[in-house]
């Protein structure tokens, strides 16, 4: 049998690996490192500068969302020298490129810029220029970490203006340029390298974690099975009797309907789901006699005459099986009397 999930809280958490990362060198506006295992952040022995950009897609967080948390974890994977050294967080305030340039590890030299790469002077090689060479970032650090020199030590930056960059992402995702990470470019042999997305190491690569509440209002949400976590729909047998307990909505919703059709229909992409029952008062179980054939079961928060979404994709678009992106909630299925 095939169960679908149910949205769980109010507040959730999301695990968001970086959608773009690259460095950028000071010594020349031909340098990058689109693909390379690592970025870099400081100045080296020669006294040249790199800094890393780094970009996140927060589009499934939903839109009225609220931030409650935001956390970057970055891996050490090499520092020239035993003294913690700072690096600091700021947010981009224009796009960039990351394209195929691979500087061959240690990475630290950097590769020929391919098009559309992000180097010194240009935020797309070949393309667009920085309106200042190095970056164009708010000059007040989002956060500050002193990291350490032990290898593959996980370094986290977190902080209320972090909170306040990814809100304002959320808000106008046009603005989402993602943070420059810049290094003690005083001294000298300063540099760190972290893990890129692209480090063959899993473990090593950056993720941010952010926590939210989603807006209050409206139908519930099926969790897609990541993004939208939620407590699954747990079915036990007893005899004759199917046992089914779910979660509680992540809104507002204080009744569901539950659903049964045949997982014949569903391999062929169409959903024959016909009302076994309606709950109130926020119930979050119900018995049924054991099915005949092959079945699924969809537990739907109900609003009013819409019934919740019977599954999201990453954008917050309902998924029926073989599309990609769906209609609103649905006001003709089967409510509640």
Do not use: K
């Not at 996140?56 to 020239?80: E, K, M, N, Q, W």
């Not at 309606?278 to 006699?289: E, P, V």
């Amino acid at each position: 049998m095939l169960a679908l999930f149910l949205a769980a809280t109010l507040t959730s958490t999301v695990d968001l690996p970086p959608v773009r990362d690259n460095t950028i060198y000071s010594e020349s506006s031909e340098l990058s490192n689109g693909t390379g295992g690592d970025v870099f952040a400081g100045r080296t022995f020669g006294g040249n500068m790199r800094r890393a950009l780094l970009a996140f897609d927060l589009t499934t967080i939903p839109a009225g969302s609220v931030v409650r948390s935001a956390t970057l974890h970055l891996t050490l994977t090499l520092a020239p020298n035993m003294d913690p050294q700072d690096v600091s967080l700021h947010r981009l305030e224009a796009d960039w490129g990351e394209a195929d340039s691979y500087a061959a590890p240690p990475g630290g030299s950097g590769a020929p810029a391919e098009r559309g790469d992000a180097t010194w002077a240009e935020s797309f090689f070949q393309s667009t220029s920085w309106a200042t060479a190095g970056g164009d970032f708010a000059a007040s650090p989002s956060a500050v970490t002193s990291v350490g020199f032990v290898s593959g030590v996980d370094t986290a930056w977190d902080s209320p203006v972090m909170v306040a960059d990814v809100q304002g992402w959320i808000d106008t995702p046009a603005a989402n340029h993602g943070w420059i990470l810049i290094g003690n470019e005083v001294g000298t042999m300063t540099a760190r390298r972290f893990a890129s997305r692209e480090n063959g190491n899993a473990t090593y690569r950056p993720h941010l974690v952010v926590e939210y509440t989603a807006p209050a209002g409206g139908p519930g949400a099926v969790p897609d099975g990541g993004a939208r976590p939620g407590t699954p729909l747990r079915l036990a047998r007893a005899g004759a009797t199917l046992s089914l307990v779910w979660g509680a909505s992540c809104r507002p919703a204080a009744d569901y309907v539950v659903q049964e059709g045949t997982l014949a229909a569903l391999r062929t992409g169409t959903y024959d789901d016909v009302p076994l029952t309606c709950t109130t008062g926020g119930q979050t179980s119900h018995t049924a006699a054991v099915p005949i054939a092959s079945a699924y079961f969809l537990v739907l928060p109900l609003d009013g005459a819409a019934v919740g979404s019977r599954g999201l994709n990453g954008a917050g678009a309902e998924r029926p099986p073989g599309a990609s992106g769906c209609a609103a909630p649905s006001t003709a299925a089967p409510v509640c009397p």
